[in-house]
């Protein structure tokens, strides 16, 4: 294994893994940390654990117990995944997970850069941009766990970190390659560990991991690896042969845990034309809506792809908070939406797509997933997965990601016949 990527929730590391994969590296997404060695053919290794809202010190302990397991690998680069909203508090996590990975590497000139192009986010001057809006403008100020207020990278991580934050400006960026290593050891010697750089297009994600084809940890969103498998083939070391992709037959669901903008737009164009159940905030909580009554409900409409979902407008979501406590209430459904999708694989679904980082890792919790093979990309950052050794598909989607028609397209995706 070559290259040895940490990644803080399921979606965000599938998202990396269909990166990776699109750019010739033989990929495979482990879900929570192996208990066995990974295969000689794999050459980057996508660790995905769950780590985005847990307390800090859990979040930092289970990101170096991922690292050294990658190291015992052979990797000689790490990548620190997370999402290209930046989700996280004033408190962390992603600061605090980068700072210790970097002690423990001992590295120096960490690249913090969550930008994805091809998804809108671009990071200009050290802010990040959704589409044409500031992230704190985007609908993101108002997530239920991470409300991301402010667009400035550097000062949010700056408030996360026990160093400062050194900057690459996009003049330098634009530069290439030697022009962005140089800003980097810059920053190094003016005493910054972590380094905010921007980026607006592909391109300029290709120039910065070129310009990282020597430095031990990278931190960003999937974009930040689009040119670091290039690094690797310079040097002859990958073997550009895709490993074949193969869906399933057998009957599919839809699983929405995610209240973000994008996907209440999916889910109200997928309830248009197919039967759908809302769980809300109250059923839960109340058990007026458990495990057997969704398994009812889905497997009584088996053949017409149902939708259950619990994805509420934020004036909804914050009022539920308010009423039963934040935490409670989210492990309260996301234990739900673990059961369930445990359940129904149980009576023979074998085609699972699920809406939300948070759901899609108790999606995956749920189903007891250890690994995953990458196949075709349905919607920039979310490809179609097959489960090592079982007859089982899933979409793992992100809460932002996704064309209106996302849940039609990865259905399909997910079948036999692609």
């Known amino acids: 294994m070559l290259l040895g990527c940490i990644g803080d929730d399921f979606t965000g590391s599938s998202d990396l893994a269909n990166t990776l994969v699109k750019n010739g590296m033989r990929t495979t997404q482990y879900c929570g940390l192996p208990q066995a060695d990974a295969g000689a053919d ?5 660790v995905a654990l769950k780590t985005r809202s847990i307390p800090v010190e859990e979040a ?26 930046f989700d996280s508090t004033p408190e962390g996590n992603i600061g605090p997970v980068a700072e210790a990975l970097a002690d423990r590497l001992g590295a120096r000139k960490v690249i913090v850069c969550p930008a994805f192009p091809g998804a809108g986010r ?60 140089a800003a980097l050891t810059r920053e190094d010697q003016a005493g910054h560990r972590l380094i905010v750089v921007d980026a607006l297009t592909d391109d300029d994600l290709t120039a910065i991991g070129a310009a990282a084809h020597n430095i031990p940890l990278l931190t960003g969103g999937s974009g930040i690896a689009t040119g670091l498998p290039g690094n690797f083939r310079q040097r002859g070391l990958l073997a550009d042969a895709r490993e074949a992709w193969e869906g ?4 599919a669901v839809v699983l929405s845990g995610s209240c973000s903008n994008a996907t209440r737009r999916q889910v109200e164009r997928y309830r248009q034309a197919h039967l759908s159940f809302e769980v809300t905030a109250d059923a839960v909580m109340d058990s007026s809506v458990d495990v057997d009554a969704l398994v009812h409900f889905v497997e009584k409409h088996r053949d017409a ?78 490809p179609a997965m097959r489960v090592t050794g079982k007859p089982l598909a899933v979409a793992l989607k992100s809460g932002n990601f996704g064309a209106d028609n996302f849940f039609d397209k990865a259905v399909t995706a997910l079948g036999a016949q692609t």
């Open 42 to 46: 794999v050459e980057a290794g996508v």
């Open 305 to 382: 792809v149902p939708l259950v979902y619990s994805s509420a407008d934020p004036a909804t979501v914050k009022a539920a908070q308010s009423r039963y406590g934040t935490e409670p209430l989210a492990h309260a459904i996301e234990t739900l939406f673990s059961d369930l999708a445990g359940a129904l694989a149980a009576t023979g679904f074998t085609r699972i797509v699920s809406a939300g980082g948070e759901t899609s890792g108790a999606v995956v919790r749920g189903l007891g997933i250890e690994a995953l093979q990458i196949g075709p990309e349905i919607d920039p950052g979310v």
């Open 60 to 85: 930092i302990e289970e990101s170096l117990q991922a690292l050294e397991w990658l190291q015992r690998q052979g990797c000689t680069q790490f990548l620190f995944k997370y999402c290209s909203t």
């Open 122 to 181: 671009t990071l200009y001057q050290g802010h990040l941009f959704v589409q044409d809006r500031l992230l704190s403008e985007s609908g993101m100020e108002n997530h239920p766990l991470t409300p991301m207020t402010d667009p400035d990278i550097r000062r949010w991580l700056g408030l996360q970190v026990k160093g400062s934050v050194g900057h690459v400006a996009y003049g330098q960026v634009a530069g290439g390659a030697e022009t962005i290593a």
């Open 248 to 251: 399933v037959d057998g009957p």
